[in-house]
């Protein structure tokens, strides 16, 4: 009966290993030779060894400023969207009126497809006739150019991936809100704790462990968002490749350049910063976060 019971299991998960075998290790593992050779996918690889890596790291102009601009959209967006999905978060846990339409509105953003999206807010940001820019001069305030000017260019990126994710994190938060027990409040209020003292010494502190998933979450996504920028600026990142971000430049190595070789040692190296960040956060989340039942 049990020798029946997995050969049945097996035949169960044989399409599922034969897809990760054909379609995730398989090119995972062809993507590590290729990183070591001079590819262009019309001719045969030819070996050279730590060559595109030494190119990378010590002659690639774009490389660097990809790397800088991807790190500077990760530091603006991962708070923006934490606080902002947060906060609706603590206001829909509230006893307001509405709360499923509510919840229905914050969350559309994040189920609108991203293309979509940013041709929309290519017109809300147009620096001459995009109704952000005209509310902003009908108020006497300076209107930026939230789509040529390079020093605007990725806090626009950062404000307009916020709107369209903030949503996901929302229905996690609003999860964990309701999850935190009533009688810890119940006490607070009894001993004269404020907002501010409940909010940063209980719900903060029991909603640790969500916080950190959607930290990991969001830095990982930050760190490989492509389609935004490609559509929201152009294929090199608008002016001065301001908003050139990494995954951007190695998809334009790859199928602009077809240097396949170059771009996948591209992507070795994006995998191990993604490795390393997310090892630095689980080690530093033993000094932040809160597991209830867990002894410190």
Request: proline share 5%.
């Amino acid at each position: 009966m049990a020798r029946n019971e997995s050969i049945a299991a097996l035949l169960f998960i044989t399409p599922w290993i034969i897809g990760f075998l054909v379609f995730t290790l398989g090119p995972a593992l062809a993507s590590v030779y290729f990183s070591l050779t001079n590819y262009n996918v019309l001719e045969p690889a030819q070996w050279t060894g730590f060559d595109n890596y030494v190119e990378i790291l010590t002659q690639d102009d774009l490389f660097r400023k990809s790397l800088i601009n991807t790190a500077y959209y990760t530091v603006i967006y991962v708070p923006l969207h934490i606080i902002s999905a947060l906060a609706v978060a603590m206001l829909l846990n509230t006893k307001v009126r509405g709360v499923p339409f509510w919840r229905t509105f914050f969350y559309l953003p994040s189920v609108t497809p991203v293309v979509a999206m940013a041709i929309l807010w290519r017109f809300i940001l147009n620096p001459q006739g995009g109704i952000l820019n005209q509310g902003l001069r009908s108020l006497g305030l300076p209107a930026p150019g939230w789509t040529t000017d390079p020093n605007w260019m990725m806090p626009a990126l950062g404000i307009m991936v916020t709107w369209g994710g903030a949503g996901n994190a929302m229905i996690i938060y609003l999860a964990g809100l309701k999850n935190i027990p009533i009688e810890l409040y119940e006490s607070a209020d009894i001993d004269g704790a404020g907002w501010w003292s409940r909010t940063f010494h209980i719900t903060l502190p029991m909603l640790s462990p969500v916080l950190f998933f959607t930290t990991v979450v969001g830095i990982v996504a930050a760190l490989q968002t492509f389609a935004q920028s490609r559509v929201l600026f152009d294929e090199e990142g608008g002016n001065a490749n301001a908003a050139l971000l990494y995954l951007m430049y190695l998809f334009n190595t790859a199928f602009s350049y077809f240097r396949m070789g170059y771009a996948s040692a591209l992507a070795w190296i994006l995998f191990v910063v993604i490795i390393a960040f997310t090892v630095f956060q689980f080690w530093l989340s033993k000094r932040w976060v809160y597991y209830e039942g867990e002894s410190k």
